[in-house]
């Protein structure tokens, strides 16, 4: 079974690869996901946070006035919060790219221009064959529109695809006011691709306690069906490629994706949770599904049934609200 995809202009032998994890930080790890035939290598994300604080810090300590920003330190995080300093990201990503023979993806979560741009090319330069622009910023700001808050990013894309040649990725939330508009002004932008979804970990409060507690709530299936949403109505306005990610854990969930549109399928919590030769166990069975239903190829698969090419489009549209809350009424009378 041809199970070849194009991902990011990437010619990948399929579209199952690790999603931006902690799986990466072990060399070890990573050899082991190539062996279960991961397509590609995704990154972590390294934060501006990361890179502004070391920049902040060199300077406390190399100008003569250095102490009276001392205070400009307790605005970041605490470097015991990363894993990796950005020398020592830069460092990793170039190992991992010795490790394997797979594209390795980097990716770089930031909130300037220029704070994009200085990494980007760090990025780069180090070896990564494309980049994830990993989007996460809330609008907890009043004044903040949305329609600033996304013409901020698409200059960063911009910004950024002037200053790099690799192929570059926008990692998006789903919770923008038209999602379908801003991912075609991504698209003009430049945007060689699109991931959906950003997961946002949202924190928990401890009412005993009286603090906010964090924690990490691995994805489910469950959280599939918004992601596959997008995708079928993305998949046939845009040029971008399109990744998927959050959700996927069965052979169900990675054909859903792809008959939606995805060109790429990032698994995390899947893997997490079964361990890396799981890819191996999905390429697998996605081969024999296809296989089992006469399929000739993925790509024969792929765009299947998204909004211009499945039977009934109006699923993806309002209408299907109000068949869906009709069906529960049905149901209980």
């Known amino acids: 079974m041809d199970l070849s995809t194009s991902y990011l202009g990437l010619k990948l032998p399929h579209p199952l690869m690790p999603g931006a994890s902690p799986l990466v930080d072990d060399i070890d790890t990573v050899r082991k996901l190539e062996d279960a035939g991961a397509a590609a290598i995704v990154m972590h994300s390294i934060f501006e946070e990361q890179i502004t604080r070391e920049q902040v810090a060199t300077f406390v300590h190399t100008e003569s006035h250095g102490q009276s920003f001392a205070e400009a330190l307790t605005f970041f995080p605490n470097p015991e919060a ?27 979560n930031g909130y300037s221009i220029g704070g994009w741009l200085e990494y980007a090319k760090l990025i780069e330069q180090a070896g990564a064959d494309a980049l994830e622009l990993n989007v996460f910023s809330l609008g907890t700001n009043p004044n903040d529109s949305g329609a600033a808050i996304e013409l901020r990013t698409v200059q960063v894309v911009q910004a950024v695809r002037k200053a790099v040649r690799i192929p570059v990725a926008v990692k998006l939330s789903p919770y923008y006011t038209s999602l379908a508009h801003f991912a075609s ?3 003009e932008a430049g945007a060689d691709g699109l991931v959906l979804f950003n997961r946002f970990y949202q924190p928990d409060i401890d009412v005993e306690e009286l603090e906010v507690r964090r924690h990490v709530h691995l994805s489910s299936s469950a959280e599939l069906p918004l992601r596959v949403t997008w995708l079928a109505i993305l998949s046939p306005k845009i040029k ?13 969930d990675a054909v859903q994706s792809i008959m939606a549109g995805a060109h790429a399928i990032q698994l995390v919590s899947a893997l997490l949770k079964r361990g ?15 296989e089992e239903h006469e399929y000739h190829s993925l790509r024969q698969a792929q765009g299947s049934m998204n909004l211009e090419a499945c039977p009934d489009p109006q699923v993806y549209a309002r209408a299907n609200y109000m068949l869906v809350l009709q069906s529960w009424r049905d149901m209980v009378s």
């Open 82 to 108: 990363f894993h990796l300093g950005p020398d020592e990201y830069l460092e990793h990503l170039r190992r991992v790219k010795q490790a394997v023979d797979v594209p390795v993806i980097g990716s770089l």
């Open 185 to 187: 002004k991504l698209d």
């Open 240 to 252: 971008a490629s399109l990744a998927v990610t959050g959700g996927v854990h069965t052979v169900n």
């Open 276 to 290: 890396p030769q799981y890819l191996a166990t999905l390429r697998q069975e996605l081969a024999q599904w296809l």
